[in-house]
């Protein structure tokens, strides 16, 4: 019988962990397969490690494993897929905006179709705010004009891979993670599902806008290089465009003889190419600022506990 491990990020999510727990154990239930579910506590300040335990003691299928500190959740992902042993792999939310009910589809797929993996993708963003919905689609159209990689606008990290994609995301080890970017880049067929926009189970959204550009950035700088070769033909243009200036200064002064006047027109010059020039060592310092945390060769999550681990002391106490 096949085996579908199932990965869940977690950071403060206690409230929300009852909720799926009791959805996901009445889909389990609908499917002739073995599953289990790796909750990955990503350095929680509530009870969030708690439920965990909770969880594991009344369901063996519940694993858990919580990292020292919050690494993030592409780090919480990538754990979950280091430990899973299942022979099909999905990486979901706990909030239920993932909807659970689709898992038995996408098993369906991947055992009866031609396909390594089954995505799924937001057909509308009803219930988010607006400004956060335009800035994420402008993202996902911008990035795919820059990067030969295909994001998918609306996609989600909810998605279920056989073991062989999920062996090729694995090899890619880099610590400046982008899933999205990454399940993209490895290729394998994968087909895509769609749902509306679905509201949490329980607790509040821990993406701010801020979280999300800062996101926003990993995947830009990660898969593509193009603001390293605008930086390079903004330099041009403005040199060329600085050269011009000089010319017509030169011309001016010889025919009118006006060597004082446009100071000001000059000093708004001089600010604008200052303003690019920022702009370019800024674009330059993210590279570089992702290549020295690269070399670093920094783990990219440290467990401080997992239900391995306290299984094991149980049997050494018996």
């Not at 990454?182 to 679905?198: A, H, Q, R, Y």
Request: net charge negative; proline share 3%.
């Amino acid at each position: 019988m096949d085996k579908i491990s199932i990965i869940v990020p977690c950071w403060n999510e206690e409230a929300a962990l009852p909720i799926y727990y009791k959805e996901m154990s009445r889909i389990i239930g609908q499917m002739d397969t073995d599953v289990e579910l790796i909750f990955v506590d990503d350095g929680s300040a509530d009870k969030t490690l708690e439920e965990m335990k909770k969880l594991h003691e009344i369901d063996a299928r519940c694993r858990y494993l919580s990292f020292s500190r919050n690494f993030g959740k592409e780090a919480a992902i990538y754990a979950g897929l280091t430990h899973a042993e299942g022979d099909y792999i999905a990486v979901m939310d706990v909030d239920l905006q993932d909807p659970p009910s689709l898992l038995p589809e996408m098993y369906r797929i991947l055992k009866e179709e031609d396909y390594d993996s089954v995505a799924t993708r937001r057909s509308t963003r009803a219930g988010e705010p607006v400004i956060r919905s335009f800035l994420s689609r402008q993202f996902y159209r911008f990035i795919n004009k820059i990067s030969k990689t295909e994001i998918v606008d609306g996609a989600r990290d909810y998605r279920l891979m056989n073991r062989k994609m999920a062996d090729a995301v694995l090899q890619m080890s880099e610590y400046n993670r982008f899933s999205k970017g990454i399940f993209g880049w490895v290729g394998f067929k994968t087909k895509w599902l769609d749902f509306e926009n679905v509201e949490r189970s329980a607790g509040e959204t821990k993406w701010s806008v801020w979280k999300l550009f800062r996101y926003s950035l990993e995947g830009i700088t990660g898969f593509s290089v193009v603001p390293l070769a605008l930086a390079s033909v903004l330099g041009i243009l403005f040199c060329g465009l600085s050269a011009l200036v000089i010319l017509v200064i030169i011309i001016r002064t010889l025919v009118w003889g006006d060597p004082v006047s446009g100071w000001p027109s000059m000093a708004c010059i001089v600010f604008m190419v200052s303003g690019v020039q920022l702009l370019c060592l800024g674009i330059l310092g993210q590279y570089l600022s992702k290549t020295y945390l690269e070399t670093k060769h920094r783990p990219i999550y440290l467990l401080r506990e997992s239900s391995e681990e306290g299984e094991m002391y149980a049997d050494h106490k018996r």
